[in-house]
């Protein structure tokens, strides 16, 4: 078996979606009939792509985008099931893969008061809500763990800034909650898909448009060549 890209992500991401679990190294070498050690070695591969994040001692998934295997503010349930989401964004495109209705349990802004957030037959509630991204696409992966645990949920852009000041975070771009559903959805839409690629960095600053994400949170450099 040729093991690309493509392939060990999107069978990541199945494990993820039905299991609500990474797979380990074990089972992934089990399931794609491949030996531990080149399983190892693709995984750190597509890590370098930027396809996946490692725990830093042990070479096992930590995260893959949207899916998380460690605990986060995000927690997703559908149908008696449930996932950790490594923020607002993937959180939502988590919704987007299941195809199914569902709710997101979170706080706004990572403090005290807790949410529930509700996508029925495709739509997202409360209507009212907007997500907070404070840190520059640009800069996404250089630290990717830190920049998805700043882009939460608020109430109003007011009380983002509010937000801002107190925790001495610089304040980002602010967008409706079903901006960033409907967003999410075309974003994460072929996560599951063993041809997956990372979109270029063309593909990526036109889906920003596509979505009114503008200014100089969703600017991107022509380098990299994919996002």
Known sequence: MHLTNGLLHSTIARHFL????????AQLSVELGTEAPTIAAALRALADYHGVVLHPMSGEIWAMHPFSAAPTAFWVESAGRGWWGNCAWCSLGIVALLQADATITTTLGGESTQIVIEVRDGVVTPADLCVHFPIPMARAWDNVTYTCSTMLVFPSAAAVDAWSRRHAIPRG???SLKTVWAFAQAWYGRHLDPQWTKW????????FNQFGLTGPIWALPSSPERF
């Open 18 to 25: 039905a299991k609500g679990t990474a797979p380990t190294i």
């Open 173 to 175: 771009d602010v967008q």
């Open 200 to 207: 270029t960095t063309a593909e990526a600053r036109a889906m």
